[in-house]
C-alpha cells in the first residue's frame, strides 16, 4: 500500500499540467476519419479541420475559465478513444458548465398527472 502512495502523487503532479493549458492534440486522424465517411472526401476533411481549428481557438480564449475538474474529465473521455477532437472536448466542457448552471434540486418534485394518494 505505501508503494502506491508515491505512485499516486506522481500521476498527480504529471496530470495538473496537462489540465493548465490547452491539449495539444492531432486532428488529422478525426478529420480522415471523416473524410472516409463521405463520399466528398476532399471537403470533408477541410470542412473538418476548419471546424477543429476554431474550436481549439475557443478553447485556448475560455481554458482558465472552465474548472480544473471538468478540463480533466473531459480530456480524459476525449482521448479514450485514441482520436481526440477539439470540437468534442470543447462540447463536453460546455455541457459540464451548462449543468453546474441547472437550478439547484430543492427537495420539491412537481408531479405531473398522479392522483392524490389516501
Known amino acids: ?3 502506491l502512495i508515491p505512485a499516486v502523487i506522481l500521476a498527480a503532479q504529471i496530470a495538473m499540467p496537462v489540465a493548465n493549458r490547452t491539449p495539444q492534440f492531432n486532428i488529422e486522424p478525426t478529420c480522415k476519419g471523416a473524410a472516409n465517411a463521405s463520399i466528398a472526401m476532399r471537403s470533408e476533411r477541410e470542412l473538418c479541420l476548419e471546424k477543429e481549428k476554431k474550436a481549439r481557438l475557443e478553447l485556448d480564449r475560455q481554458w482558465a475559465d472552465f474548472p480544473g ?5 473531459c480530456i480524459q473521455s476525449t482521448s479514450a478513444g485514441g482520436i481526440p477532437s477539439y470540437v468534442e472536448l470543447l462540447t463536453c466542457l460546455e455541457i459540464a458548465r451548462q449543468v453546474r448552471e441547472l437550478p439547484k434540486d430543492d427537495g420539491l418534485r412537481a408531479t405531473t398527472g398522479a392522483a392524490p394518494s389516501r
Open 69 to 73: 475538474g471538468d478540463r480533466g474529465r
Open 1 to 3: 500500500m505505501i508503494v
